[in-house]
């Protein structure tokens, strides 16, 4: 693919062309990418610190997918997240609700909690708000003009794979990612064993940012399905949906 994937820690794939599709997903050291070719093969991975930095890399990329809120509202929940608890019932969990942007703006989880509480009625977690950073980071780049990124949810998106069950298996235990790892092979996604730097990054990730990659393709095909259909409208203007 020539220039398109020569910042790529692994060599792309032989006979590659077209435009890329990419799949993002965070993790412990920033973001995580897996690089699709236009035929729906694995095409590169690569890891960075920031994800203007990992976006920066992909100029050419048709489409990217971030494992990633993306648009906010001024009040009440997402339909978004309601939706997908639906898709990947009974592992409810898997799911982070959405509050408003006004909650996303607080400076520390305290603060966030008690906003969260005042325009919805219902407390914030921890462990969503541990999503604060990097989803203030991700909404910075879409907002900021790059709209090719659209946010999908790895376990909605290999629900949908394996014909609308979810996984029953963790993705951190060995058979969830066995299975995950299949899954994607039957979608013509084989992930080599050497990544390079990107084979750093904890297995689960690497495979949320692969199945990210599979729903960017449909994106880029015109396939893709949205929670809700059609999307919300977010309160920038841009769409607020999971996309599969």
């Known amino acids: ?15 590659c062309a077209g435009s890329p599709v990419v799949g993002v997903d965070a ?5 995580v990418a897996v690089a699709l070719c236009e035929e729906g093969r694995f095409a590169g991975a690569d890891t960075a610190g920031g994800l203007s930095e990992l976006l920066g890399r992909f100029p050419d990329a048709a489409v990217v997918a971030v494992d990633m809120p993306l648009g906010m509202l001024t009040a009440g929940w997402r339909e978004a997240e309601a939706l997908a608890v639906a898709m990947v019932a009974p592992h409810r969990s ?32 921890r462990q969503t708000w541990g999503l604060a950073a990097k989803l203030r980071e ?21 629900a949908a794979v394996n014909r609308g069950r979810p996984v029953a298996w963790s993705k951190k235990s060995w058979n969830g990612q066995a299975v995950r790892r299949r899954l994607l092979e039957d979608q013509g996604i084989v992930l080599p064993d050497d990544l390079g730097p990107a084979g750093r990054v904890p297995p689960d990730d690497v495979l949320d940012a692969a199945v990210a990659a599979w729903s960017a393709r449909r994106i880029a095909l015109g396939a893709a ?10 309160d920038t203007g841009l769409r607020a949906a999971i996309w599969y």
């Open 1 to 15: 693919m020539g220039s398109r994937l020569e910042a790529f820690h692994t060599p792309p794939a032989p006979g």
């Open 27 to 31: 993790c412990r050291t920033g973001w």
């Open 94 to 125: 898997r799911v982070f609700p959405v509050p408003p942007r006004e909650v996303w703006e607080a400076d520390d989880y305290d603060d966030a909690n008690l906003r969260c509480r005042a325009r919805t009625g219902q407390g914030l977690s």
């Open 138 to 158: 991700a909404n910075a780049c879409r907002d900021g003009g790059d709209h090719r990124l659209n946010e999908v949810h790895p376990e909605v998106s290999f």
């Open 225 to 234: 399905r949205s929670l809700p259909d059609p999307p919300q409208e977010a």
